[in-house]
């Protein structure tokens, strides 16, 4: 859904501008000091970028899911960790609080996500549970007004920068699966709560995360996300139905830029005395990347478009997020293959991309675990149906 199209217009093609102007001149420095510069972050605050999805009540500007995933096709085209740093509290950090959590924690914490005061951080994962989530060991304990949390989540997006924490725990040591897990904001400085080191990863460099540790960390009640125990898994769950689907999207705008890139690069090398472009095998890679990213295109678009609407989008946007991160991982080779041995070198941003996008397949869901919501939710339907 777009509320005012002139005024979308005006916002995606500043946030266009910004992307070219910026970030991608900016990129390499990102690459190299491993961090995103001070004045980038100011300008990104400036811009209003860390509340776009948290509505106008809470200080954000309140873009519906079509507009998200338009904004996101501009910043997907500059390298993931500039997105990464303000995704968080436009999405995992942020959602779970907006979509279940009490008036007075919406108050509290949305506004401060809004204007980028802090980051937030989705801490979900744990050592010894990754796709199966609902198995997640890290306990609360109900003592007195407050609960005490205990465990380490692992991996945890912009842990290192986060003010707010949103940490599903166990609250009901009885119920082995999701219902026996709760949802809790723990601020950064409880007393307890301690980082591991950065990790050291593949690419996205100048994205953080690390290790989240919880020992004895006491949370006051009010924290508990809606103030209701045994529904954090189904809140994560929804969180991460809306994250995937602009997972999804910065697909798209990622394959955008090393297409562009690499059709540019197709067209200026020349090889037995003619641009790669005019070579029918060259051809056949860009055009497939390009119908490829034109169906992933429309995929984000119309599953955005049906959440705007009210609809349960659980599998319009696991189909999304697998094909769209999907076609990114081909594109992203093709892309390589067609630069040659350029393609190799870290002088041209396509060997950066091909590293940085091999996360998209596994993060908010492996392409693995989204086959199965779909193939689940596709027999659900049909016994329903039945
Ligand atoms: N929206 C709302 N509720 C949902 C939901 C959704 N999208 N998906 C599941 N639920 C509910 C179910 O309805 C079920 O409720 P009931 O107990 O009332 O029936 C409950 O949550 C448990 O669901 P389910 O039985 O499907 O749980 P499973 O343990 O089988 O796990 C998967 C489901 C595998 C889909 C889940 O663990 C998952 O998404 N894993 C990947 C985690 C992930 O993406 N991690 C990335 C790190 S975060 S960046």
Redesign the pocket.
Known sequence: MIRDAEMLEMLVSSIGKFVDEALIPREHEVAETDAIPADVVAQMRDLGLFGLTIPEDYGGLGVTMEEEVLITFELGRASPAFRSYIGTNNG?GSIGILLDGTEAQKTAYLPKLASGEFLSA?C??EPDS?????SLKTSAVRDGDDYVINGTKRYITNAPHAGIFSVMARTDPAVK???GISAFIVERGTPGLTLGKPDAKMGQKGAHTSDVIFDDVRVPAANLIGGKEGVG??TA??V??KGRLHIAALSVGASERMLSDTLRYAIERKQFGQPIAEFQLIQAMLADSKAELYAARCMVLDAARKRDDGANV?TEASCAKLFATEMCGRVADRCVQIHGGAGYISEYSIERFYRDVRLFRI???TSQ?QQ??IA?NMIREARDAA
């Open positions: 995992i989705f979900l994962t990754g796709s199966d989530a609902a699966g999701g219902s898994f189904k769950m929804k991460l139905d659980s993060y908010e869901g675990i199965i919501i689940r």
